[in-house]
C-alpha cells in the first residue's frame, strides 16, 4: 500500500515558477516509478512527467520539455516536479501517480488527492 499527499500548488503569474511535491508512505518508494498528471476542468486527465524507482530515467510530454524537472528523493519518499515558464492554459489540478513500471503509471495503482495550479494571464 502506498499513500501519496500532494502539495506545493497555487496562485502564480504566467511565465512563473511552482515546485509540486509528492510524499509518499510506505518502505519500498524506491521500487516504484513515480508520475506527474494534470487534469484541467473539462478536459482529459493527461501525462506530465515520469521517473524510474532509481531516478535514473525521465520521461516527459512534449509541451514540457525544457520546462519541467521531474526529479526524487528516495531517502525522504518524495518526487518532485518543478514547472518553469507557466502557461494559463497549464492551469489544472496536478496528480502524482505510483506504480511498478513507468508504462503502467498511465493506469496507476495509488494516486494521490492532487493539487491546484492556477496560472493567471
Known amino acids: 500500500q502506498v499513500h501519496l499527499v500532494e502539495s506545493g500548488g497555487g496562485l502564480v503569474q504566467a511565465g512563473g515558477s511552482l515546485r509540486l511535491s509528492c510524499a509518499a508512505s510506505?518502505?519500498?518508494?524506491?521500487?516504484?516509478?513515480m508520475g506527474w498528471f494534470r487534469q484541467a476542468p473539462g478536459k482529459e486527465r493527461e501525462f506530465v512527467a515520469a521517473i524510474s524507482g532509481s531516478g535514473g530515467t525521465t520521461y516527459y510530454a512534449d509541451s514540457m520539455k525544457g520546462r519541467f524537472t521531474i526529479s526524487r528523493d528516495n531517502a525522504k519518499n518524495t518526487v518532485y516536479l518543478q514547472m518553469n515558464s507557466l502557461k494559463p492554459e497549464e492551469t489544472a489540478v496536478y496528480y502524482c501517480?505510483?506504480?511498478?513500471?513507468?508504462?503502467?503509471?498511465?493506469?496507476?495503482?495509488?494516486w494521490g488527492q492532487g493539487t491546484q495550479v492556477t496560472v493567471s494571464s
Open positions: 501517480a505510483a506504480d511498478q513500471t513507468i508504462p503502467a503509471l498511465t493506469v496507476a495503482e495509488y
Open positions: 510506505g518502505r519500498t518508494f524506491s521500487r516504484y516509478a
